[in-house]
């Protein structure tokens, strides 16, 4: 719309210039202009043509007035576009690498007896581990799994104890209260898993790991680490992923077992019908 604006103006000042040169040299010719009409023509002609400099240098310097425009308004549009936001696991990598290196060796190997001791996995390690481990591999797998959620209970307790050294006022006393309930809810609801069968304990273990993550994940600005939750994440997938093995084993397990029941009540009442008939 800009440059549309200023090519009509410069159109109206050519008009302008064009006119005034060509009544100059109507005044110039005198009465034989007012006589000779194919005279005037050749008159307006030449001054049309001594006005092509001006016309050039006017046209150069209006492209050379109107680029610098262009491009500054492409840099402020540049300018003003956001810069692209990193992703997810951008983020998460880079809170990763700020771990310490102890947590993160200790927290990385505790992940992985939740991954040795399921059943399908472990059945491959017979070399490795022993005969009564291979065997009883679920359940030694369901009670560590109650062990680490009361330990991530327990990680509150000691933030609260830590906070409340110095507490100042009656709000942080209310969060260090808040911590120590929280502190104990972990452990209270893992350990009856202890007492259920390995199928059953590790359905509920693969849904308290993620939620208490998530729980974790809503007190992440209430004294815990920054890098915290970074590496809680591939703990809690690790874990987890687990537990579910173990979970799906038994459900197979399960159901191979009712089948084998329904086979065997199949035969004995076709065994049952037979000896009827005879």
Known sequence: MRVTLKGIELLAILGKQAAAQAAFGYQASGA???????????????????ARPWLSSSIRAFAASAK????AQTAAQAAKKP?????????????????????KFLGLTGAIPFIA???PVC????????????????????CYGVTIVSFLGAVHWGVAMSSS??????QAAQMANEAFIYSVLPSLAAWPVALMEPGAGSMVL??????????????????????YMALRVPLTLAAT??????????????????KQIADQAAASKAAADASAGK
Request: charged share 10%; glycine share 6%; net charge positive.
């Open 32 to 50: 034989a202009a007012s006589s000779n009409l194919p005279q005037r023509g050749v008159l307006l002609q030449q001054h049309l043509w001594s």
């Open 68 to 71: 610098p425009v262009g491009a």
């Open 83 to 103: 810069a692209a936001s990193p992703g997810s696991f951008s983020r998460w990598w880079q809170a990763f690498q700020q771990v310490p290196t102890v947590p």
């Open 117 to 119: 001791l399921a059943p």
């Open 123 to 142: 059945k491959h390690l017979t070399s490795v581990l022993p005969a009564e481990v291979v065997d009883n591999c679920a359940m030694i797998q369901v």
């Open 165 to 170: 050294l110095g507490m100042a006022s009656a």
């Open 206 to 227: 693969a849904m308290l790991l993620p939620a208490c993550y998530l729980a974790d994940f809503a007190r992440r600005n209430k004294g815990l680490p920054q890098w």
């Open 241 to 258: 992923f687990g537990m579910l093995l173990t979970a799906t084993r038994h459900v197979h397990l399960e159901f191979d077992r009712a």
